[in-house]
Every structure is written in C-alpha cells, then in structure tokens.
C-alpha cells in the first residue's frame, strides 16, 4: 500500500465514522419520537374515556343479565365491586400507562394515578347513570338508593374499564 491508498482509506474511515454518529443520532431521534410518553390528562381523554364507556357499558346493558345481578346483590358486595373496580383500574392504569413514563421524580406515581383514576371512575359511574336513565333502568325496575347503588357499582365496572382501555388504542 502507498501513501495515497492509506489516506484514501483513513479517509473513508472517518468519512463511515460520521455517518454512523449521524445514523445513530437519527435513531434516537426517531426513538424519542415514537416512545409513547403519557401526556397531561386533558379534556380530549375525558371524551374518549366517556365513549369506552359508552361503548361497553351499553353492550353489558344489553346483555340484560346485569340488572337481575344487580337486585340480587347486597350492599357490602356492591362496595367490594367498587373497590375491585377502583384496584383494578389502578392496576391497569399503572401497568399501562404509568410504565410508560420516563421521568419519573417530575410525575410521582401518586399524583398520577390519583387524577387518573378519579377521572376514570367519575366518568364510568356518570356513563352508567346516563345508560340507566335513557334506557329507563332506574325509574321503571329499580327503586331505592341501596338498588341504585347497586346498579351503579354492576354497571360501573366495565365502563370504568372501558373508560380507561382506550389508553390501550392511543398511538
């Protein structure tokens, strides 16, 4: 080899050095670009959350096997639904979005599980009560707090759940 082929490939050398750091820089970018950071919770996952309610609580509406279960529920059975439902929204709210946060000391998982889920379930039981009322649940087969307590808490479960599976559907 001779002095020229020598710096022709030193000069290839680094000529491949640069694009590979350019490559490289290209791929965190676009990294950075598709992680699926969870953004601040806004009106707009308000509104989707509503229609994931919407749309299972309507199927299990319709199924017509839940305002029997509900009647035959007691009191303390409907607040253990509500507690297995407000556990298993947290649980899904954490394994699937939580996990996704990359700072974690600037978004304490306290706060954010919190408003979350009290969203969530604010949304979930308001969906159900709606259902109940435009399909004429409440007025026509249900009478009693303690009954609509229990078709709340019956109801609740799989609109909370839907409300909060639309996590799982964002891009």
Known sequence: MNAKEKERIVKEEKRIEREEKEIKHEI????????????RFSFEDVIESF??????????????????IS????????????????????AEIYFIVYR????????????????????????????????AWMFNIIPA??????NIFMLLATLGMPTALGAAAVDLFRK
């Open 100 to 131: 996704k946060v990359t700072d974690k000391k600037a978004r304490p998982v306290v706060r954010f599980l919190t408003k979350r889920l009290v969203l969530i379930y604010v949304v979930a039981v308001l969906t159900s009560l709606l259902l």
């Open 141 to 146: 087969s249900v009478s009693g707090s303690d």
């Open 28 to 39: 965190g970018e676009i990294k950075a670009k598709v992680r699926k950071e969870p953004y």
């Open 71 to 90: 009647q035959a529920l007691t009191v303390q059975k409907a607040w253990a639904i509500v507690f297995l439902t407000l556990l298993l929204l947290g």
């Open 51 to 68: 229609v994931g309610a919407f749309t299972v609580g309507i199927t299990f509406l319709f199924k017509g096997a839940l305002l029997p």
